[in-house]
């Protein structure tokens, strides 16, 4: 491998006291269960589901699910990537796609593993408690979630988490991205997006940026499916990377590299070009979806039981501890300013 070049401006965003394990260490995460000091960290995932719905909120099917059964299915999954280490997930399902935050803190409860959950529209999916919501007012309802609490609970969300349709956000989506930079910025939380287009995530930077979001709290999932050089465009200008269908078979739904060695040499490259810091990996696996015919076939225990020594054997142990772990937590840090 190449030696690594200078630090770019992204990797700049970390000063030194930062990177040291003691301040990393003092890190702390905001879970369903409470905060989450990063030094109880063991390993962690940055982008799983435990339950998914995309029926839509206006659908009388939407979450009209058996909730023991699909409790007892997410508890035992759980379990499983707690065997393997596992005890902090970033779930990403959010407002519009069913959510369920007690059924998560149950879950978190049954089986040791601490979640992360967000707030935040999936694409233009209508809640109606936000339809007709002015843009701050929809920024004040996320703020609420990540202050005080989610869904009536006290359970409060990490992050948020925005989407839009693949080519390009609608006038109704542009509102939800609005809202999420204006809360995201003012309670100093990591703003994701759901983003396998690299021409759609520059256009959602932009209006991020318009909004005074400063992309260094930026988390581009699905990076995979764009190019390298898109990759490295965007991670220079301070983003986090996710490449986040490890374990696929194939990508059905955004297409792109999937394969563990097309994985690996994506992993390797941007490393040569510094970006080790901004990198993050997991399987995007959904334990639970409704309706069922849209389950996909993806194994959120992958990671850790195939891919992790894969890894290590390409870039070592103390890089792929980074990538794995230290850069999810930094990434999903709880917000300093709630």
């Known amino acids: 491998m190449k030696k690594s070049k200078p630090q770019s401006r992204a990797d700049r965003q970390f000063n030194s006291s930062t990177r040291t394990n003691a301040a990393l260490e003092s890190v702390k995460l905001r879970t369903v269960t409470g905060v989450l000091q990063a030094k109880r960290v063991k390993n962690a995932l940055a982008h799983e589901h435990m339950f998914t719905d995309f029926c839509g909120p206006d659908q009388d099917a939407y979450m009209d699910v058996n909730w023991s059964n699909k409790l007892g299915a997410a508890v035992e999954s759980a379990a499983v990537l707690r065997a393997q280490g596992v005890n902090l997930v970033i779930e990403w399902t959010n407002i519009g796609i069913g959510r369920n935050v007690l059924a998560l803190r149950s879950v978190s409860r049954q089986s040791d593993v601490h979640f992360v959950c967000p707030t935040g529209i999936y694409k233009n999916l209508k809640s109606p408690a936000l339809a007709d919501l002015a843009i701050s007012e929809v920024a004040g309802h996320f703020v609420s979630e990540l202050t005080k609490g989610t869904d009536g609970t006290g359970i409060r969300a990490g992050f948020v988490k925005t989407a839009c349709t693949e080519s390009g956000p609608t006038k109704e989506e542009v509102r939800f991205l609005r809202a999420a930079a204006i809360a995201a910025k003012e309670t100093g939380a990591a703003l994701g997006f759901h983003g396998p287009q690299a021409s759609t995530t520059r256009a959602v930077a932009k209006i991020l940026k318009k909004e005074g979001y400063a992309l260094e709290r930026f988390v581009w999932a699905h990076a995979q499916v764009s190019s390298l050089d898109d990759n490295k465009r965007l991670a220079d200008r301070g983003a986090f990377l996710q490449y986040d269908a490890i374990g696929a078979h194939t990508d059905q739904f955004f297409g792109g590299p999937v394969s563990d060695e097309a994985m690996l040499s994506r992993l390797e490259q941007m490393i040569e070009a510094g970006f080790e810091h901004q990198i993050m990996l997991s ?23 195939y891919f992790e020594q894969k890894l290590k054997q390409r870039i070592g142990s103390r890089r792929t501890r980074k990538i794995l772990r230290d850069n999810v937590v930094v990434a999903f840090r709880h917000p300093t300013k709630s």
């Open 283 to 305: 399987t995007d696996a959904a334990v639970c979806i409704n309706p069922p015919a849209l389950q996909y076939d993806r194994n959120n225990a992958y990671v850790y039981r």
